[in-house]
């Protein structure tokens, strides 16, 4: 919802308020939502860093989204974008829960 009242509010998004909003997907699960964000900050040219990618993993690490997570991380190295221990972490776990 911050997300949708900064854009109403024509607040542009940042590194920092792009991460935190990804990382309250994660902490709820919301998977779709923390990739749906990632999406925007990207097209947006907002910079993502460890945190941002790492919450998106861990967002699907909690739905069981292995192969999800696995696509993001791959995405992530197309770019040749920097992570970090947040990221690596997030996957290890991810794909410790794939079935």
Do not use: Y
């Amino acid at each position: 919802q911050l997300v949708d009242v900064m854009a109403c509010s024509k607040v542009e998004a940042n590194t920092i308020s792009s991460s935190a909003a990804i990382s309250a997907c994660e902490k709820s699960g919301e998977w779709e939502r923390a990739l749906q964000l990632l999406c925007d900050a990207v097209q947006s040219s907002v910079e993502s860093n460890d945190v941002s990618f790492g919450a998106t993993i861990g967002a699907c690490e909690k739905r069981s989204e292995w192969e999800n997570a696995l696509g993001i991380l791959g995405g992530i190295a197309e770019r040749g974008a920097q992570v970090g221990t947040n990221c690596f972490n997030a996957m290890i776990s991810a794909c410790n829960r794939g079935e």
